[in-house]
């Protein structure tokens, strides 16, 4: 979206509707996308056990995180002796979300996180209420380096959970260890490889129907045998 000051044309952010776009029988339509937060300003609203597990998420990303609550629990505690978030020991007030990139709210006020999704002019997040926000959090499975994101269109978390749970047990740590080789392989083709279409040939195979079935049924050990490494 664009508007004209003095003859130029400057572009203007505009968010997402809360509850996303409308798609097959009136659902919500969302855009799948991984965000880089590091450094960037987040703040969780509430600090009970549902916003726990959203800080704990979030401080594997290195975002700056501020939370507000009058309670927090104890492992949030520890993160906060750790340095690592800063915490705001009162309720919510206006203005608290000004000037940051993401939002969470999670607190067990419908009041508290209405007013939030109101106030918030960022990406938010109402944990469990899909109209009051203008991004959802899927279910993830994390392998690091490789990461799975399930998600129902906020329909059906639990069923979102439910496959995450069938995925875990497809792809399990033998995938990380493998994707961590892969990195170093990687690097050393794309020096060694000249011809392109070789060397893409080449990492195709790598990640081929059969090498996946080989980490699944023999481990990591095994495939990394197979390829000499």
């Not at 915490?87 to 000004?98: A, F, L, M, S, T």
């Not at 109402?126 to 990461?147: A, E, Y």
């Not at 070789?198 to 129907?209: C, D, I, P, Q, V």
């Amino acid at each position: 979206m664009y508007k004209t000051t003095n003859m130029k044309t400057t572009p203007t952010l505009t968010l997402p509707p809360r509850g996303g776009g409308k798609g097959w029988g009136g659902a919500p339509v969302y855009y799948p996308a991984f965000l880089n937060l590091e450094d960037k300003k987040a703040v969780v609203i509430g600090g009970g056990k549902v916003a726990e597990r959203k800080i704990l998420a979030l401080l594997k990303t290195g975002a700056n995180i501020t939370v507000i609550s009058p309670e927090i629990t104890k492992r949030i505690a520890r993160e906060k002796l750790r340095g690592s978030l800063k915490h705001i020991p009162r309720q919510y007030r206006k203005g608290d979300v000004k000037n940051t990139f993401l939002v969470i709210a999670a607190t067990d006020s419908e009041e508290i996180n209405q007013k939030v999704s109101e106030d918030a002019t960022c990406l938010v997040n109402v944990v469990d209420t899909p109209s009051l926000c203008n991004f959802i959090v899927p279910s993830v499975l994390q392998r690091d380096p490789l990461t799975i994101a399930v998600s129902t269109g906020g329909i059906s978390p639990a069923l979102s959970k439910s496959i995450r749970q069938e995925l875990e047990k497809l792809y399990g740590p033998e995938f990380a260890e493998y994707l961590q080789l892969l990195e170093k392989i990687r690097k050393k083709a794309m020096r060694d490889i000249r011809d392109k279409r070789k060397r893409t040939e080449f990492l195709k195979s790598l990640a081929s129907a059969k090498v996946t079935k080989m980490l699944r049924e023999k481990g990591f050990k095994e495939v990394e045998k197979a390829l000499k490494c």
